[in-house]
């Protein structure tokens, strides 16, 4: 009878969740928190042993959207989100931890110590669904290869070569494909990440510090939508998902020699190894079967397949040791230096898969035996260097000083490119460009990259009872190799900050800061983008200020209020003319600001309950602007304005309706996010059209705003019951309720194919609703 009774139980009260169930998640860091163990019962003897189980039986909606899933599981019926147990036995420890039991997104943490050596592990799985029931019109028969039947293909290219170009329109295209985009299959576009690592203490009798790490990170599923053009007499651009199939592993030993009260000494060292298990994506082309040259629009021709290369294998080995000491009146100095060597041999893809391209010299342009090298015999060698120098000379008085290095040096054997398949329309064969100064081995995009950035930073505060004042300098050096020219280009970065901090009685506390940084960079030709098509906004000239407050208030111990306000403006001056000293035609990112306000309250009126609310306000804009030329002089400006808004508030209570007893818990949230595309372009520019004027407000060129720019809302409201039914068993009831919308003009629509000849997955993660109630239990022992 009392097997049956606990089972009742356990199926009729679930059991209790870490927390409330949660909503739609944002990305895991890339390593999320252990859950914390607990220390050793001060009222229990040497040897003890305590733990935690939960159970929970949970009901909700089906969803066919993947964003309410997007990093997570959440189970239908009865599963396990806790448990855990530790203690202690004739001196040795050990714990075991473990979350959403056997589900896709489940976490183990455990640790054991014993008399000279300690042991401590992390298994943590991450799903990411990026898409359910993607439409596709091909078949995966291995791993990163796309087929489409052959005879369909051999008549759909037919079909096409029988008309001429002319007619190709898109009622021609919808007319041809539409048998074979409604018996297009579904494909969900998801991965699984599996993360463990493990460390051995083994220092534990050792008169020094000495721990083995292993880590292995795996991933597999799909890396989300990929493909692109297939170039022939038809040129779709195809959508497929892409293979996921990767391993990482990190093996590493760390080293540390402590002098009580004195400082340390300190080493390690990292060896990194890249596996990439899938070496290319292949994609058939929907309308040809069989690779034949390409002479025009109108003459037959292309490839039967498309290659896309995939991540290529790579190695990193790590070293590093440091020292830190202490001296008198709380000075600290501090030094880490460490040198590192990335190197990357995969062998080399062919040039092409299409068996109807040749070089030059009359050798199949598919044959490994055409590359002028084998692989790339590719070598990094990174060095960074940190020094750190605080001190406490005088009372109220404090100094802080630090130096960061980093660099890295492309070590690469070069060699001059003779040609590659990738420049023309129809990926035959063609010569690289002449070697030049800018260009020495065939392409800019072969050029050294060497980097080094140098940051100090000097800081100094003074105490006036409780006000404290802040000043900090910094300084920037910036080297670049291979970026634009290859003479290299340099950046200098000056900045400050000023900052108040106050705390008095603890009732209130504020802190007043303001930033502003001013980079300039040499070797970039200024005033006119001569031979460069543009400079990117990280190797430019910019002016940025940074001002926030925050601000405490505790009039008692029953009322607090939070207010913090930030913002960030960056404006990019001396950005490359598009037309020589025509400063209207300048090109890239212009300027951008960034605002956030918050407040937060907090209000326990009673021991018996609490309440709190929040309230954040954001807004990004940034201002981009394109310029394209007639010869010489200007044809067409685009200014582009993005802009996104954010609302975001919630309410929280917990209410002890009966003391250790009854618990009610109420939770409600949203979040809005409205985003704005303002574009605009030149009125005389090739852009504008006449019969866009009644349609279109007078004064932006003929281009159409775009008003649903990445607009989402989400709204979470929760209500959890608990019943403590004895000291160590906790039931509880609940419902939640979790509803997401959102419009995007680029990926609104469910039509694979939206225009000619461009064929989406358009995988579904979108609007979802979901009601679930539950019931749970948590179990002590």
């Not at 997007?70 to 448990?83: D, H």
């Not at 072969?446 to 080094?452: E, I, K, L």
């Not at 035609?585 to 306000?597: F, I, W």
């Not at 917990?654 to 949230?669: A, I, N, S």
Request: net charge neutral.
């Amino acid at each position: 009878m009392k097997r049956i009774t606990l089972l009742t139980v356990l199926l009729a009260c679930g059991l209790l969740a870490t927390s409330a169930p949660g909503f739609a998640q944002a990305v895991p860091a890339d390593k999320p928190a252990q859950p914390a163990a607990q220390p050793a019962p001060a009222d229990k003897p040497a040897d003890w042993f305590q733990g935690k189980l939960n159970l929970q039986l949970l009901g909700r909606d089906d969803v066919a959207s993947s964003k309410f899933e997007e990093y997570r599981v959440v189970p239908k019926g009865v599963s396990m989100p806790v448990f855990g147990f530790q203690g202690s036995a004739d001196g040795n420890s050990y714990a075991l931890f473990g979350t959403n039991i056997s589900q896709k997104d489940q976490r183990y943490t455990g640790r054991a110590s014993a008399d000279w050596i300690g042991v401590s592990f992390d298994y943590n799985q991450i799903p990411h669904n990026m898409g359910n029931n993607a439409r596709t019109l091909f078949n995966e028969t291995a791993t990163g290869v796309w087929n489409m039947s052959g005879t369909l293909r051999r008549s759909l290219g037919d079909a096409v070569d029988a008309v001429p170009s002319a007619s190709r329109t898109y009622p021609f295209y919808a007319d041809l494909l539409a048998p074979t985009i409604a018996s297009a299959g579904f494909v969900d576009i998801s991965a699984l990440r599996k993360r463990g690592d493990v460390t051995f203490d083994v220092g534990k009798k050792l008169p020094f510090d000495l721990a083995f790490t292993y880590n292995r990170d795996v991933k597999t599923g799909y890396r989300g939508a990929s493909g692109g053009d297939i170039l022939g007499t038809v040129s779709p651009t195809i959508d497929v998902p892409e293979p996921l199939n990767e391993v990482t592993q990190d093996i590493g030993v760390r080293w540390a020699w402590t002098v009580p009260n004195k400082g340390n000494v300190h080493a390690s060292f990292n060896r990194n190894l890249y596996n990439d298990r899938v070496n290319s994506l292949v994609v058939d082309n929907p309308f040809r079967a069989t690779d034949l040259a390409f002479v025009s629009a109108n003459v037959p021709g292309g490839p039967g397949q498309v290659r896309f290369s995939t991540l290529p294998d790579n190695e990193a080995n790590r070293g590093a040791f440091g020292a830190q000491y202490k001296f008198a009146r709380q000075t600290l100095v501090t030094a880490d230096l460490a040198f590192g060597s990335w190197t990357q041999n995969a062998a080399f893809l062919p040039y092409t898969i299409n068996s109807s391209v040749f070089t030059p010299s009359g050798a199949p342009a598919a044959a490994l035996a055409t590359l002028q090298q084998p692989s790339l015999d590719g070598k990094i060698n990174t060095a960074s260097y940190n020094f750190t120098f605080g001190s406490r000379p005088a009372e109220g008085l404090g100094v802080r000083l630090r130096y960061r290095n980093y660099s890295y040096k492309d070590k690469s054997a070069r060699f001059v490119m003779t040609g590659s398949t990738s420049g023309a329309p129809d990926r035959s064969w063609v010569a690289a460009d002449t070697p030049t100064a800018d260009a020495p081995y065939g392409y800019q995009t072969a050029n050294r990259t060497d980097a080094s950035v140098g940051h100090f930073e000097a800081q100094v505060s003074y105490d006036i009872k409780a006000l404290t004042l802040e000043g900090v300098y910094r300084n920037e050096q910036t080297k670049w190799m291979g970026r634009h020219e290859t003479s290299g280009t340099d950046g200098k970065e000056n900045g400050y900050t000023l900052a108040a901090i106050y705390h008095s009685n603890d009732w209130v506390g504020f802190r007043f800061h303001f930033d502003g940084d001013k980079r300039r960079v040499s070797g970039v030709e200024a005033g006119t983008i001569g031979a460069l098509q543009g400079v990117m906004s990280d190797h430019a000239d910019r002016d940025r200020t940074r001002v926030g407050a925050d601000i405490e208030l505790t009039a008692s111990d029953k009322y607090g209020v939070t207010f913090a306000y930030n913002r960030r403006n960056d404006d990019y001056p001396n950005r490359p003319f598009k037309v020589a000293g025509d400063a209207s035609t300048e090109s890239g990112l212009l300027k951008a600001s960034y605002d956030m306000l918050s407040v937060d309250f907090d209000y326990t009126p009673s021991a018996r309950a609490e309440l709190s609310a929040f309230y954040t306000y954001e807004k990004a804009i940034q201002t981009n602007q394109w310029v394209t030329l007639t010869g010489a002089a200007l044809n067409n400006r685009l200014t582009y304005v993005p802009s996104e808004k954010g609302n975001t508030f919630g309410v929280n209570g917990v209410f002890h309706l009966v003391p250790d007893k009854w618990t009610l818990t109420l939770l409600v949230q949203q979040q809005k996010v409205d985003g704005l595309w303002d574009i605009t372009a030149r009125e005389a520019g090739s852009f504008y059209t006449p019969g866009r004027t009644t349609l279109i407000a007078a004064g932006q060129g003929g281009a159409a705003d775009v008003t649903a720019y990445d607009d989402f809302k989400q709204t979470t409201a929760a209500v959890d019951l608990g019943y403590a039914l004895a000291k160590a068993w906790t039931c509880s009831v609940g419902y939640a309720y979790d509803k997401f919308t959102t419009a995007d003009a680029f990926s609104d629509g469910t039509t694979v194919f939206p225009q000619a000849v461009l064929f989406y997955l358009k995988a579904n993660d979108g609007n979802y609703q979901v009601h679930r109630a539950y019931t749970r239990l948590s179990y002590r022992f």
